[in-house]
């Protein structure tokens, strides 16, 4: 699997690697596995409940149906709140070291894990069959229509494009990388400064989120691959936007660059 290069506003080029196609299928199936246990949990307790409270023949279909619903509320947005809450990662997507981010290699945003949600049905081709058999709700397969043709998409999408995306990371502008890779950005931009800590560089506010990331992120692969070179241009292109003038070696100018942001940042 070839890499991804995202050119950042420094001139410098970041890498990801995008997952195998049989890593992110196992992901999904430990996914999959995990809400398929829940539901035969839920329906089992749900069932011995209505048993339990005699209700079995006096309840109308239209209130069993109902709370049917709210049990699979847990399963349909499952990997919403996942990757919303987990930093663009679900529990198979942990286990197996991969992540959703945005296609410029930073953290996706809310928006973007909705829409790239909604447009996964795709996923819900088999755990329709499932449902429908081994749960009684033939009503479902009516659904595997559309869902199977957005299913075969996706696979041709993920196989053939070069950053390995399905219909909704094409239009959420996400993409999932692996996070065991040397090179990649942190989760976090967090560097810990004192409280009686002076800013040397005021002018770093003028900088984006994106543009932070990119210098943390150049920093943890300069010291992991020992990448003076790709520090020295970093710093000077931060130089000259910023009209910055400095004595200090590239290593600390840019370490110092991110303490200053992180202190001004919550001030």
């Known amino acids: 699997m070839g ?53 079995a023949g006096t309840a109308s279909g239209y209130d069993l149906w109902a709370i049917e619903l709210v049990i699979l509320v847990p399963v349909f947005c499952y990997h919403l709140v996942c990757e919303t809450f987990w930093n663009g990662q679900s529990i198979g997507k942990k286990l197996l070291h991969i992540r959703v981010v945005h296609e410029n290699g930073g953290k996706a945003s809310v928006s973007q894990y909705i829409l790239r949600w909604l447009l996964r049905a795709s996923d819900l081709t088999i755990p329709i069959i499932v449902i429908s058999i081994g749960f009684g709700m033939v009503g479902f397969l009516k659904g595997l229509y559309a869902t199977t043709i957005l299913l075969v998409t996706d696979i041709v999408l993920i196989i053939t494009t070069r950053r390995c995306k399905r219909v909704g990371d094409v239009a959420a502008g996400t993409m999932i990388i692996k996070t065991r890779q040397r090179g990649s950005l942190d989760d976090t931009i967090f560097v810990e400064v004192a409280d009686d800590y002076k800013p040397v560089f005021p002018q770093v506010m003028r900088l984006s989120d994106r543009d932070i990331n990119t210098v943390k992120g150049i920093l943890d692969m300069a010291r992991k691959k020992g990448y003076t070179e790709m520090v020295e241009r970093a710093s000077e292109r931060v130089m000259k936007v910023l009209g910055i003038e400095t004595e200090m070696h590239p290593f600390d100018f840019l370490d110092t660059l991110l303490k200053d942001y992180n202190y001004l940042s919550t001030k």
């Open 3 to 55: 890499k991804i290069l995202i050119p950042t506003s420094f001139n410098i080029d970041l890498e990801f690697e995008p997952p195998e196609f049989h890593i992110r299928m196992f992901a999904w199936m430990i996914d999959f596995f995990l809400q398929l246990i829940y539901l035969i949990i839920a329906f089992n307790v749900f069932g011995e409940m209505i048993s339990k409270a005699g209700l």
